[in-house]
């Protein structure tokens, strides 16, 4: 996106110059879904695809926020002390961004004067990839940088998760948050979430690219079963902890939850469980694999996340299996699955890179005959976390 745009519709919108440009991006992960809040390993990395502010400061206390995206001309502002969330549905949004500063004066940094701030997103709304914790990051970094605050990245990671928790109301893991704040060009990151070491790997995919495949269906974690999910986890671990002395279903490997899940007893939470246990176990196989150049068995490790997904813990359905089933099918596909919460949003395909155009056609025209609209599809750039654009 264009600095000087940028530049000149926020003077469009408030009358003066904005004084510096940030950007924040968004995230896919290669694998590792539904275990950050399990104690479990992810591998994620930052996109291109994310979100600008423009900002400059006031005189007064009074913060003011203007979204691009949004369909409303409203100039969003609160106090700086104001600590209440906000709660009228046109409102809603800026408690991405007010969540942050609640969060960073509730640990002791101080804001002696406001600011406007106008954001233009370049994430397809509900699509999966982590719009919500680009604001949450981007806002941090830019009360870090504005403020002179001394406060760690890898801080600000733990307080956007937080935002979300416990301001918003989504009890979402860290791996978003963690992916937008840590990113790094060219490199996923390997994070260990009950530990929470972590490691760069390059994304050597050599002939092949990542493509993003928009639903176009929007999905919001909060009204979907995100929250229900992560309560059957934690009933199932509670079984389990009857005869095993264990934190979270990252603590196991295949064969102790196999040997343990008579403890768990029901149909449903076994499923969900198994999901977990695998789905941590084949993270780390796909890190190995990348380190081996073994890109097909990647891909084959990618497909079994997607059919663990859709059959053990039933968070696809029919559009995110229709992109994923029908990308399997084409040729230069490594593989295929639904990457975020689910429930609509997006999925991922590793693709050869002279066979991305026919991909893209081919899976766009069968998902418009069997869904009924368009897909989307995105070619996005590995990149850094939160920056100032120079």
Known sequence: MDKNELLAQFEKVYGVAGQRVYFSPGRINIIGEYTDFNGGNVFPCAISLGTYGVYAPRTDNQIRLYSVNMKSDDIENFEIGDLKPETEAKSKWINYFKGMVVQLLQHGFKFDHGFDLLVHGN???GAGLSSSASIELLMGYILKHEYNLDIEQIELVK????????????????????????????????????????????????????????????????????????????????RLQKGLDIKALGDLDEDTFDQYTYLINDDILIRRARHVVIENQRTLKAKQALLDQDLEKLGRLINA??????????????????????????????????????????????????????????????????????????????????????
């Open 123 to 125: 994430l397809p709304y």
């Open 305 to 390: 996340s997607h059919i663990s997904l859709e059959y053990d813990y039933e968070v696809t359905g029919k559009e995110l299996d229709t992109l994923a089933s029908t990308a399997w099918k084409q040729p230069g596909v490594l593989g295929a699955r639904m990457i975020g919460g689910g429930f609509g949003g997006s999925a991922i395909a590793i693709v050869k890179k002279d066979q991305v155009d026919a991909f893209e056609k081919n899976v766009g025209a069968t998902y418009k005959q069997t869904i009924g609209y368009d897909a989307e599809f995105y070619d996005a750039e590995i990149v850094d976390g939160p920056h100032e654009v120079k």
């Open 159 to 238: 307080l956007g998760q937080k935002v979300e928790n416990d301001f918003v109301g989504l009890n979402s893991g860290i791996m978003d948050q963690f992916a937008v704040g840590m990113g790094k060009k060219d490199n996923a990151i390997l994070l260990d979430t009950n530990t929470m070491e972590y490691h760069y790997y390059p994304l050597a995919l050599n002939d092949y690219t990542v493509v993003i495949m928009n639903t176009n269906k929007e999905h919001s974690l909060i009204d979907s079963k995100y929250n229900e999910r992560r309560a059957q986890n934690e009933e199932a671990v509670r």
